[in-house]
C-alpha cells in the first residue's frame, strides 16, 4: 500500500541528472535554436536606425527664501516709500512638474513648428514636416510595421485622410483653450514625446533634458530649443501677473501724470492772471484749484511709487537659469547598441531552448501520469 505513493511522488519528481542527459543529448537543437536568435540579434542590430542624443544640464534659481535684491529694498524701501512686505516667491513653479510642462500637447506643439537643422540633409526643416516626409523607417520599422502594426495599418485605411501640412497654432487651435489636431499630427506628437526626457537629480537640483534624433546636430540644436521654450514659458508664467499689474499701472500713472500737469497748470495760470488782485471769490477758486492740485499730487505721487514697487518686483519675479552642460552634437549613435542586442538575443535563445527541453520533459510526465490514471 505504501509503495505505491512512494513510486508516484518518484515519478512525479524532475531528475536532475534526466535533464542533464536530455540537455546533452538536445545539444544541436539548443546550438540552432542560439543560431537562430543570433541571426534575429544582427538583423535587428544592423537593420535598426542609427540615434543619436545630446543633452542638456541645468539648474534653477531657487527663490524659496527671496533674493538679495527683495532683502535689500526690503531694507531701505522705506526711504522711498515702498512698500515690498509682500514680494515672496510663493509661486514658484516646482522643478518635478518640468517633465509634464514639457510632455503637454500645447509645449509640443509648439516645439514641432521650430525649424532644425538637419546635418544629413544640410538645411533646416519645421519638425513636423521632417517627421511626416524626410523620416523613412529603417528595415526592422518595416518589418514591424506590416508584422505587428499590420492591424494598425489596415485600420488607417478606412480612416478620414486628415493629413496636415505644416503643424502651426493656427490649424491645431480651433477655440482658445481648445486643442484640435488631427490622427497624424496626434502620431507625430507621441513619437517626439518619446523622443525627449526630461529628469531632475532631488539631491543637487540638476535638471537634464535629452533629445534623440537619427541627426545627431538635430539632436542638439532641438535640445537647446526646447530648453529656451522651457525658460520662456517658466518666466511667462512666473512675472504674467507682475506683468500685468505694471501694465495697469503704467496707464494708471499716465492718467494721473495728465491730471497732475493739468491741476498744475490751471493753478500756474491762475496765481498769474490774480496776482494783485484781493477778492473773496478769488481766494475761494484758488483754494480749490490747490485742493485739486493736491489731490492730483497725492494720486499721482502714489502711483509713481507702485510703478517703482511693480518694475521691481517684474525682475524679483523672473526665474533664472544657468546652464551646467550646454548640447553636444554626438559623435557616436546612442542606438542601436549592437554587442549589447546581439548579446541579448544569445542569452534570450540558449534560455528559449532550454524552457523548452524541461517543457517538453514535464509534458512527457503528464502524459504518462494521465495514462496511468485511465488505465483499467
Same mark, same amino acid.
Given at each position: 500500500?505504501?509503495?505505491?505513493?512512494?513510486?508516484?511522488?518518484?515519478?512525479?519528481?524532475?531528475?536532475?541528472?534526466?535533464?542533464?542527459?536530455?540537455?546533452?543529448?538536445?545539444?544541436?537543437?539548443?546550438?540552432?535554436?542560439?543560431?537562430?536568435?543570433?541571426?534575429?540579434?544582427?538583423?535587428?542590430?544592423?537593420?535598426?536606425?542609427?540615434?543619436?542624443?545630446?543633452?542638456?544640464?541645468?539648474?534653477?534659481?531657487?527663490?524659496?527664501?527671496?533674493?538679495?535684491?527683495?532683502?535689500?529694498?526690503?531694507?531701505?524701501?522705506?526711504?522711498?516709500?515702498?512698500?515690498?512686505?509682500?514680494?515672496?516667491?510663493?509661486?514658484?513653479?516646482?522643478?518635478?512638474?518640468?517633465?509634464?510642462?514639457?510632455?503637454?500637447?500645447?509645449?509640443?506643439?509648439?516645439?514641432?513648428?521650430?525649424?532644425?537643422?538637419?546635418?544629413?540633409?544640410?538645411?533646416?526643416?519645421?519638425?513636423?514636416?521632417?517627421?511626416?516626409?524626410?523620416?523613412?523607417?529603417?528595415?526592422?520599422?518595416?518589418?514591424?510595421?506590416?508584422?505587428?502594426?499590420?492591424?494598425?495599418?489596415?485600420?488607417?485605411?478606412?480612416?478620414?485622410?486628415?493629413?496636415?501640412?505644416?503643424?502651426?497654432?493656427?490649424?491645431?487651435?480651433?477655440?482658445?483653450?481648445?486643442?484640435?489636431?488631427?490622427?497624424?499630427?496626434?502620431?507625430?506628437?507621441?513619437?517626439?514625446?518619446?523622443?525627449?526626457?526630461?529628469?531632475?537629480?532631488?539631491?543637487?537640483?540638476?535638471?537634464?533634458?535629452?533629445?534623440?534624433?537619427?541627426?545627431?546636430?538635430?539632436?542638439?540644436?532641438?535640445?537647446?530649443?526646447?530648453?529656451?521654450?522651457?525658460?520662456?514659458?517658466?518666466?511667462?508664467?512666473?512675472?504674467?501677473? =507682475?506683468?500685468?499689474?505694471?501694465?495697469? #499701472?503704467?496707464?494708471?500713472? @499716465?492718467? !494721473?501724470?495728465? $491730471?497732475? &500737469?493739468?491741476? %498744475?497748470?490751471?493753478? =500756474?495760470?491762475?496765481?498769474?492772471?490774480? #496776482?494783485?488782485?484781493?477778492? @473773496?471769490? !478769488?481766494?475761494? $477758486?484758488? &483754494?480749490?484749484? %490747490?485742493?485739486?492740485?493736491?489731490?492730483?499730487?497725492?494720486?499721482?505721487?502714489?502711483?509713481?511709487?507702485?510703478?517703482?514697487?511693480? $518694475?521691481? &518686483?517684474?525682475?524679483?519675479?523672473?526665474?533664472?537659469?544657468?546652464?551646467?552642460?550646454?548640447?553636444?552634437?554626438?559623435?557616436?549613435?546612442?542606438?542601436?547598441?549592437?554587442?549589447?542586442?546581439?548579446?541579448?538575443?544569445?542569452?534570450?535563445?540558449?534560455?528559449?531552448?532550454?524552457?523548452?527541453?524541461?517543457?517538453?520533459?514535464?509534458?512527457?510526465?503528464?502524459?504518462?501520469?494521465?495514462?496511468?490514471?485511465?488505465?483499467?
Amino acid at each position: 500500500m505504501t509503495e505505491e505513493p512512494q513510486k508516484q511522488n518518484r515519478d512525479d519528481e524532475i531528475d536532475l541528472i534526466e535533464v542533464a542527459l536530455k540537455i546533452w543529448a538536445e545539444r544541436r537543437f539548443i546550438l540552432k535554436v542560439v543560431l537562430i536568435f543570433f541571426v534575429i540579434g544582427l538583423v535587428i542590430a544592423f537593420g535598426s536606425k542609427k540615434e543619436y542624443k545630446s543633452e542638456v544640464t541645468m539648474i534653477a534659481e531657487d527663490n524659496s527664501g527671496g533674493s538679495r535684491m527683495s532683502g535689500l529694498m526690503a531694507q531701505f524701501g522705506g526711504l522711498a516709500g515702498l512698500n515690498l512686505g509682500n514680494m515672496e516667491s510663493s509661486d514658484v513653479v516646482s522643478p518635478e512638474l518640468y517633465p509634464s510642462i514639457v510632455q503637454s500637447t500645447a509645449f509640443m506643439l509648439n516645439v514641432l513648428e521650430h525649424e532644425v537643422y538637419f546635418e544629413e540633409h544640410d538645411s533646416t526643416y519645421n519638425l513636423y514636416y521632417y517627421f511626416t516626409e524626410l523620416d523613412k523607417p529603417s528595415f526592422v520599422g518595416i518589418l514591424k510595421g506590416y508584422t505587428i502594426g499590420l492591424p494598425g495599418k489596415i485600420i488607417g485605411l478606412f480612416r478620414r485622410n486628415e493629413k496636415g501640412t505644416v503643424l502651426t497654432a493656427k490649424n491645431a487651435y480651433i477655440k482658445e483653450g481648445l486643442i484640435k489636431i488631427t490622427q497624424q499630427q496626434a502620431e507625430v506628437i507621441d513619437n517626439l514625446k518619446n523622443r525627449i526626457s526630461v529628469s531632475l537629480d532631488e539631491q543637487t537640483g540638476i535638471i537634464s533634458i535629452g533629445v534623440e534624433l537619427p541627426d545627431a546636430y538635430a539632436a542638439a540644436d532641438l535640445a537647446n530649443t526646447i530648453v529656451q521654450d522651457l525658460t520662456t514659458y517658466l518666466i511667462d508664467y512666473r512675472t504674467q501677473k =507682475a506683468l500685468t499689474d505694471l501694465q495697469f #499701472i503704467e496707464q494708471q500713472y @499716465a492718467q !494721473a501724470e495728465e $491730471k497732475f &500737469e493739468n491741476a %498744475q497748470e490751471k493753478l =500756474a495760470s491762475f496765481r498769474d492772471r490774480n #496776482i494783485n488782485v484781493i477778492s @473773496a471769490r !478769488a481766494n475761494t $477758486k484758488e &483754494e480749490r484749484l %490747490q485742493a485739486e492740485y493736491n489731490l492730483a499730487f497725492n494720486v499721482y505721487n502714489g502711483l509713481a511709487q507702485q510703478l517703482e514697487q511693480a $518694475k521691481i &518686483e517684474v525682475q524679483e519675479k523672473t526665474p533664472v537659469f544657468k546652464v551646467v552642460d550646454e548640447a553636444k552634437v554626438a559623435s557616436d549613435n546612442f542606438k542601436p547598441r549592437k554587442p549589447i542586442i546581439i548579446i541579448l538575443l544569445l542569452v534570450l535563445g540558449f534560455l528559449f531552448s532550454l524552457f523548452w527541453i524541461l517543457s517538453s520533459i514535464t509534458l512527457k510526465k503528464i502524459i504518462i501520469k494521465a495514462k496511468r490514471y485511465t488505465k483499467p
